[in-house]
């Protein structure tokens, strides 16, 4: 069955276009606000803010396992709905910006070394281009990652 449309008055489709051209809706702010007063005073404390949802056990990971404190003078926010029907908060928390740079830097040495034991039987050695891969053999194990038997290592060579 075809569906028929009725043409609509030219004062709704002028205020339709209006509204796509209008651009407004593409620049709320996805983030949750920061009161200017406090975002500005933790900022000169060398602090930096986050919202953390009370779901599951995140606040006291993030309060007393981590280094973040509660925002004092700033009220919990509702960003949905429980399982169980209660409001889920979110709460303002901060932290030294200083201990953030830290745990970044320590994240990044950690993924590095990661990287480093990918790379099985190479170390890196610092030369004027910049840091070079050497290979070093018997300190670190195999010489390569896999097996020199398998197919794997030949690649795309005919064997005859």
Known sequence: M???RERQGRKEETA??????????????LKLAVPE??????AAEGRSVRWVNDTRNRMHQLT????????????PVPVGTQPDGKPLMAYLCSKPTEFIEEDKRN???????????????????????GEVLVPVRGQLGAETYVDKATSIGRGNQIIE
């Open 37 to 42: 007063a406090i975002a500005a005073k933790l």
């Open 64 to 75: 007393v396992l981590d280094d973040y404190d509660r925002v004092e003078g700033v009220d």
């Open 107 to 129: 994240a990044e040495k950690r993924r590095r070394e990661a990287e480093m034991g990918m790379v099985k039987g190479q170390l890196p050695v610092k030369t004027d281009e």
């Open 16 to 29: 339709q276009r209006r509204r796509r051209r209008d651009g407004t809706a593409s620049q709320k702010p």
């Open 2 to 4: 075809a569906e028929q």
